[in-house]
Nanobody, 123 residues
Framework: QVQLVESGGGLVQAGGSLRLSCAAS????????MGWFRQAPGKEREFVAR????????DYADSVKGRFTISRDNAKNTVNLQMNSLKPEDTAVYYC????????????????WGQGTQVTVSS
C-alpha cells in the first residue's frame, strides 16, 4: 500500500508560480497511475491533472491547461505539479492521488490519497 505526502503549497500573488511535490512510499511507485486534484471551500473535489505509469501520457483539466505541468520521477518516487500564471480561482487544497489501474478524472477512481497541501493565490 502506497503512502503519499504532498508539499510545496503556500501563499502566492496572482501571476506567480508554485511547484507541488508528492512523495510516495510503501509501494512500487512506477506501478501507480497518478493524479492531482483540488478542493476549494464549499466545492467538490475536482480533477487537475493525471499522468500514466511511465509519464508518457498526461491529461489536464481545461481550467489549468497551458499553465500547469504534471511530471513524475520514478527513480525518486515523486510526482510534481508545476503551476504557473496562478489565478485566485486556483486557491484550494491540492491532493495527490494514486491507483494501480489506469484512472481518469473522477476522484472515486483513485484508491490512495495524500493529506493535501494548501495553495492560496491572492489578487
Amino acid at each position: 500500500q502506497v503512502q503519499l505526502v504532498e508539499s510545496g503549497g503556500g501563499l502566492v500573488q496572482a501571476g506567480g508560480s508554485l511547484r507541488l511535490s508528492c512523495a510516495a512510499s510503501g509501494g512500487t511507485f512506477s506501478r501507480y497511475f497518478m493524479g492531482w486534484f483540488r478542493q476549494a471551500p464549499g466545492k467538490e473535489r475536482e480533477f487537475v491533472a493525471r499522468i500514466s505509469w511511465s509519464g508518457g501520457i498526461t491529461d489536464y483539466a481545461d481550467s489549468v491547461k497551458g499553465r500547469f505541468t504534471i511530471s513524475r520521477d520514478n527513480a525518486k518516487n515523486t510526482v510534481n505539479l508545476q503551476m504557473n500564471s496562478l489565478k485566485p480561482e486556483d486557491t484550494a487544497v491540492y491532493y495527490c492521488a494514486a491507483d494501480l489501474t489506469r484512472s481518469g478524472v473522477n476522484a472515486n477512481e483513485y484508491r490512495y490519497w495524500g493529506q493535501g497541501t494548501q495553495v492560496t493565490v491572492s489578487s
